[in-house]
């Protein structure tokens, strides 16, 4: 079973950027749709982004279209979630997820630890 790592999360000023990595552990993404999920204090868990990895499928939640790209790269065997032009709501922990399932948005297995994202204003 894969085991997804999350980096890159911080801390950076509205109008910034950063970029998120997930990288596989135990074995590849291959067969995997991946996916980032965010938890803001005193929220539920939001689906942010997802991709197939097999197939290049992909989807980003309404609120970060066109801030959010999600990308990954195969000789890396890892998933990135580009973040520009971010904004204090944006604040949260990040999660990268794994599913072998069909859906984009729910059904995942296999959880990172996190990575804190704050935005000062």
């Known amino acids: 079973q894969v085991q997804p790592v999350e980096s890159g999360g911080g801390l950076v000023q509205a109008g910034g950027s950063l970029r998120l990595s997930c990288a596989a552990s135990g074995r590849t993404f291959d067969g995997y749709t991946i996916g980032w999920f965010r938890q803001a204090p005193g929220k539920e868990r939001e689906f942010v982004a997802a991709t197939v990895w097999a197939g290049g499928i992909s989807a980003v939640i309404d609120s970060v279209k066109g801030r959010f790209t999600i990308s990954r790269d195969n000789t890396k065997n890892t998933v990135y979630l580009q973040m520009n032009s971010l904004k204090s709501e944006d604040t949260a922990v990040y999660y990268c997820?794994?599913?072998?399932?069909?859906?984009?948005?729910?059904?995942?297995?296999?959880w990172g630890q996190g990575t804190q994202v704050t935005v000062s204003s």
């Open positions: 997820a794994a599913t072998t399932g069909t859906q984009l948005t729910r059904g995942y297995n296999y």
